[in-house]
């Protein structure tokens, strides 16, 4: 079990640029840039009081390996170019026709890139034996939606992130086909929350996994919502 996890979460570390690791549609071969090497999801000086304390009580959980520590970086999937190409020929070929291969160098994981405390931060953790992925999230200042909450889109993106993390650790490459959220409460701006997903099933291709958002004590349920992934099929022209 602990085999078949560990290649899971290899297969999550490809996606996201970890060197070291089998990408069949990949070209080339050598070390990987330095901006790979940084994990943002470990405790920045910007990070709140609660957001340290949670990250401490999962990293805790960890010690006896039930809960594993995801680390995260801020560029996706391949660190060259060629690579980059190869994927989208091979899995997506009917974007690859409409997508600027030039552009394609600056690409960058959106969630990861403002400053420190302003945007999304967020760590994540999972547990095989639950098949579930928590997100521990703050969001900050620049992710305001009404005043002093925060923007339904930043909530939503978290969710997909997080639910697609699930996926990704179960099938390997994926993408959202459907995520159906119900708001009932609002975020206030730069509160810690956490985002609990939950595998449900998998038949074939499609993953189900359902997500909620909490207040830290559990009192406030902010937000409900279910989702469903498609594992890509190289063989169709999607
Ligand atoms: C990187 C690290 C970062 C870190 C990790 C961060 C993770 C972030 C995750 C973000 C992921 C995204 O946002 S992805 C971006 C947003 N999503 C997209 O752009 C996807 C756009 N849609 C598509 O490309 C396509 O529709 C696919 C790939 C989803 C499915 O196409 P397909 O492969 O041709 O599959 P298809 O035959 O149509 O469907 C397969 C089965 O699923 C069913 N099905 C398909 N769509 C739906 C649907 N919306 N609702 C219900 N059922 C559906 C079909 O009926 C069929 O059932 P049956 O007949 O077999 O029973």
Redesign the pocket.
Known sequence: MLRSCAARLHA?GA???LRGCARPWARSSGPAPEFFHEDHSLPKPSWSKDMRLLFDQFMKKCEDGSWIHLP?YNY??FQRSQDISAFIHAY?PTASKLINEEKLLQAK?FTRNFEDGLGFEYVMFYNDVEKRVVCVFEGGPYLQGMPGCLHGGAIATMI??T???S??IAEGI?????LNINFKRPVPLCSVVLINSQLDKI????LFISCNVQSVDEKTLYTEATS??????PE?Q?
């Open positions: 999550v996606l996201r640029g995260s996706t999937l997506l994981i997909d992130a639910v697609g993390t996926a990704m994926v993408m959202t086909a459907n038949e074939g291709r499609k469903l992934f498609i594992k890509l099929d169709k999607v």
